[in-house]
């Protein structure tokens, strides 16, 4: 006898995840559709292999504070961005999606703005995408197969930045976005300080480590 269980009817808590196997691409999309947009839950999916992970508040906080920096940071660049969120980003031909924790268009912003709904035969992979790894690690497959060029992921209390090369995701002590700003040290930093300031304060400190740099950087030109 074969038991049929709808996936709403798995209850995933928060800080754990549930791993479905042997799923196919017509089953990720029913799933999908089942468990509908507005819910806390995330979703990976490569191979055949669903993931559902509930995150935990602490996975929430680092998310909404790396992305406010980073927001920040293009800011006082001065440079145009779009951001999707934890959009769903899928790709039958690759067998792969992903939710990120956060993800930012800047090189390809303008074919983002006014987007209502994703086809990933035609639009772009974000530029940048944010993970924070707390109970489980991200799907790196389904990034590298949808070619997301850069991967922000907070681990252990530490920032580090993989950058895609030749489909492979390699760490670098650089961002590709930003190759003369030391983005580890300064976003680490204010991660660190977040545990004893509020957020807004860490922002405005932030901010200020930015002009700095900026201007360090230019007056050594």
Same mark, same amino acid.
């Given at each position: 006898?074969?038991?049929q269980?709808?996936?709403?009817q798995?209850e995933?808590?928060?800080g754990?995840?549930a791993?479905l196997?042997?799923i196919?691409?017509a089953?990720?999309?029913e799933i999908?559709?089942?468990?509908?947009?507005?819910?806390?839950?995330r979703?990976a999916?490569?191979?055949?292999?669903?993931?559902?992970?509930m995150?935990?508040p602490e996975?929430e906080r680092?998310?909404v504070?790396? +992305?406010?920096?980073?927001k920040?940071?293009l800011d006082?660049?001065?440079?145009e961005w779009?951001?999707?969120g934890s959009?769903?980003?899928?790709?039958?031909?690759?067998?792969?999606g992903?939710?990120?924790?956060? !993800?930012?268009?800047?090189?390809n912003y303008?074919?983002?703005?006014?987007?209502?709904?994703?086809?990933?035969n035609?639009?772009?992979?974000?530029?940048?995408?944010?993970e924070?790894d707390?109970?489980?690690?991200?799907q790196?497959?389904?990034y590298e197969?949808? +070619?997301?060029?850069e991967i922000w992921r907070y681990?252990n209390?530490?920032?580090?930045i993989n950058l895609?090369?030749? +489909? !492979?995701?390699?760490?670098? %002590?650089?961002?590709?976005l930003?190759?003369n700003l %030391?983005?580890?040290? +300064?976003?680490?930093?204010?991660?660190?300080r977040s545990a004893?300031?509020?957020m807004s304060?860490?922002r405005?400190?932030?901010?200020q480590?930015v002009r700095?740099?900026v201007?360090?950087?230019r007056?050594?030109?």
């Open positions: 006898m074969v038991v269980v709808r996936v709403s798995i995933v808590l928060p754990q995840r791993v196997h042997d196919a691409w089953e990720f999309e999908i559709q089942e468990l509908g947009e507005h819910r806390a839950t979703i999916y490569f191979d055949e292999t669903l993931e559902i992970r995150p935990l996975h680092a998310k504070i790396i +992305g406010d920096l980073l920040i940071l006082e660049l001065g440079q779009e951001s999707l959009s769903t980003f899928k790709k039958q031909i690759m067998q792969a992903i939710e990120p924790d956060d !993800c930012f268009y800047i090189k303008a074919s983002m703005i006014g987007k209502k709904r994703l086809d990933m035609v639009d772009p992979p974000p530029d940048l995408a944010i924070v707390l109970t489980s690690d991200t790196i497959s389904a197969a949808l +070619g997301v060029a681990k209390a530490r920032l580090a895609l090369e030749a +489909g !492979c995701y390699v760490e670098s %002590p650089h961002s590709l930003f190759p %030391p983005i580890i040290e +300064g976003i680490s930093q204010c991660l660190k004893e300031i509020p304060a860490v405005r400190e932030f901010s480590w700095e740099e201007r360090e950087i007056r050594s030109r």
